[in-house]
Nanobody
Framework: QVQVMESGGGLVQAGGSLRLSCAAS????????AAWYRQAPGKQRELVAQ???????NYVDSVKGRFTISRDNAENTMFLEMNSLKFEDTGVYYC???????????????WGQGTQVTVSS
């Protein structure tokens, strides 16, 4: 059983910064693609940023230039550096990891439980 755990959420004033982390509980898997999603109250979950194993990144337009996604392949971890936060960035942030089992090659998608980010205006 693999668990995915996020950390780093909290309450911050507009213009402030937060750094989210996401880690898989086991190292006998290879981290393939990884992504951050968020869900604001009353809205659908949306993709915020994604990163391939080779480091290619993609961002939703609303966070370009403010958020940076990164990863540590050796530790099966992923990060989201969020700067110049805005009220509309408020929501529950979820990480999604595509993990490949080393011995079978099977790839599955795993979700974290979510971490709350609240930006006060």
């Amino acid at each position: 059983q693999v668990q995915v755990m996020e950390s780093g959420g909290g309450l911050v004033q507009a213009g402030g910064s937060l750094r989210l982390s996401c880690a898989a509980s086991r190292r006998d898997f290879t981290l393939r693609s990884a992504a951050w999603y968020r869900q604001a109250p009353g809205k659908q979950r949306e993709l915020v940023a994604q990163i391939t194993r080779g480091g290619t990144t993609n961002y939703v337009d609303s966070v370009k230039g403010r958020f940076t996604i990164s990863r540590d392949n050796a530790e099966n971890t992923m990060f989201l550096e969020m700067n110049s936060l805005k009220f509309e960035d408020t929501g529950v942030y979820y990480c999604n990891l595509a993990l490949q089992r080393m011995y079978t090659g099977d790839i599955r998608s795993y979700w974290g439980q979510g971490t709350q980010v609240t930006v006060s205006s």
